[in-house]
C-alpha cells in the first residue's frame, strides 16, 4: 500500500543524489506527444523503492507500484516540466524535474504496442447510432487526397433529425493492457453541420465484460465529454459525462484542415476508467475527476475495437469526413 503523502501532487526539490533515474527523455530534450517516459529508482532516498510516478508541469500524477516505469505521456507544444517521482517503503519521497520541449519525434518504450495505420483496416463497417434518434446512412473508402500518409479514409454521411452514423473496424485482441493513447488526424470538408465528433476504443478485458473508453468533442456543451456505465454491467446505462475541459464546437473547425486528437486514459482490472488528458491541434489539457465503471456485459469475444461517429447538428445533412494516421498506443 503507497504512503499516504503518495497520491498528494505536490513538486519536490532535486536532492543532490537524486534517487530516481531518467533514460527518457533527457534533460533538455526535444520530443512530440506522446511522450516516451523511462525511469527507474532501486531505492528511494535509502529506501525500497515502493512506487513511482510521473506528471507534467502541474498536472495529476500517474503513479505504479514498481520501481522502474516505461510509458507514454500526452503533451502539447512548447515548453513542459517532467516530473519523474518515487516513493519509499517507510514513507521517503524524491523527484527528478525534467525541462523539455515537444516538437519532434520520440522512440517507443519496449513494453509499449502500437496499432498504426488503422484507417487502412479492411474492416471498417458503418451503421446507424440507434441510442441518438433520427436517421442516418454513409459509406467510407480509401482515398489518396486529402491525405497526409498518402491514402486516409473517407467517411460520407447522410443525417436527418440530429442523426449519428457510427463507423468500427476491429484491429486485433489484447486483454491484459490496461494505459491506452490514441491518436489521430481527422479533416472534416463542411463542419458546418457536424454537431459532434465521436472516437472510441472498445476492449475486451480477461473476465469477459467490455470495457468503452468513449470520448467526443460535444457542440452542444461545448466540452469534450467521456462515457461511463451508471447502471449495472449486466444492465448498463451508457452516459456522455461533461468533462472540465472545454472543445471548440466541431461546427466551428476550420473546413478542410487536418486537426490532431490525442487521448490518453487508462483502467483497472474490474473496468474501472480514468480519463487523463487530451490534446488538441497541440493543446494539451488534463481531465478532473473523470473516472468510473465503464465496463459492460455484451457477450463479445476478445477483441480491440475503435469506433468514429458523426452526428449532425440539423434536421437534414450530408457530411464528409477524413481520418488519417490512426494510431493505438498501448501496454
Keep these: 500500500m503507497l504512503p499516504r503523502f503518495a497520491v498528494v ?8 543524489f537524486a534517487a530516481v533515474s531518467v533514460t527518457s527523455p533527457i534533460n533538455g530534450a526535444q520530443v ?9 529508482a532501486a531505492t528511494c532516498s535509502s529506501q525500497p523503492t515502493a512506487a513511482m510516478g510521473y506528471s507534467l508541469d502541474y498536472g495529476p500524477t500517474t503513479i505504479m507500484q514498481a520501481s522502474a516505469i516505461s ?25 527528478v524535474d525534467a525541462p523539455i520541449t515537444v516538437v519532434s519525434p520520440s522512440s517507443v518504450p519496449e513494453n509499449v504496442t502500437v496499432a498504426s495505420n488503422l484507417q487502412l483496416s479492411p474492416g471498417w463497417t458503418g ?37 449519428g452514423e457510427i463507423f468500427h473496424t476491429p484491429f486485433g485482441t489484447d486483454t491484459a493492457a490496461t ?21 472510441d476504443l472498445n476492449q475486451v478485458m480477461v473476465n469477459g465484460q467490455t470495457v468503452i473508453f468513449g470520448v467526443q468533442c460535444d457542440g452542444w456543451s461545448g466540452t469534450w465529454d467521456y462515457t ?4 449495472t ?77 458523426i452526428d449532425g447538428i440539423a434536421a437534414s445533412a450530408s457530411v464528409t469526413a477524413y481520418l488519417d494516421n490512426v494510431t493505438v498506443f498501448r501496454w
Design 9 to 16: 501532487l505536490s513538486l519536490f526539490s532535486i536532492p543532490a
Design 32 to 40: 512530440t506527444s506522446p511522450i516516451t517516459v523511462v525511469a527507474k
Design 71 to 95: 510509458a507514454l505521456a500526452l503533451a502539447g507544444n512548447g515548453l513542459h516540466v517532467l516530473h519523474v517521482k518515487c516513493w519509499g517503503v517507510h514513507g521517503s519521497a524524491d523527484v
Design 127 to 163: 451503421n446507424h447510432d440507434p441510442g441518438g434518434g433520427g436517421t442516418s446512412t454513409g459509406t467510407t473508402a480509401l482515398v489518396s487526397s486529402p491525405s497526409l500518409s498518402g491514402q486516409a479514409r473517407q467517411f460520407t454521411m447522410s443525417l436527418s433529425n440530429y442523426g
Design 179 to 199: 494505459h491506452f493513447i490514441y491518436d489521430a488526424e481527422v479533416m472534416l470538408a463542411d463542419p458546418s453541420n457536424v454537431a459532434n465528433v465521436e472516437m
Design 228 to 231: 461511463l456505465n451508471t447502471g
Design 233 to 309: 454491467q449486466t444492465n448498463p446505462v451508457d452516459t456522455w459525462e461533461h468533462s472540465n475541459v472545454p472543445c471548440p464546437s466541431p461546427s466551428t473547425w476550420t473546413a478542410n484542415v487536418w486537426h490532431r486528437v490525442q487521448i490518453a486514459y487508462d483502467r483497472d482490472s474490474s473496468g474501472n476508467v480514468t480519463y487523463r488528458s487530451v490534446v488538441f491541434d497541440g493543446a494539451e489539457s488534463d481531465f478532473i475527476g473523470a473516472t468510473g465503471s465503464s465496463s459492460f456485459a455484451l457477450g463479445w469475444a476478445a477483441t480491440l475495437l475503435t469506433n468514429f461517429q
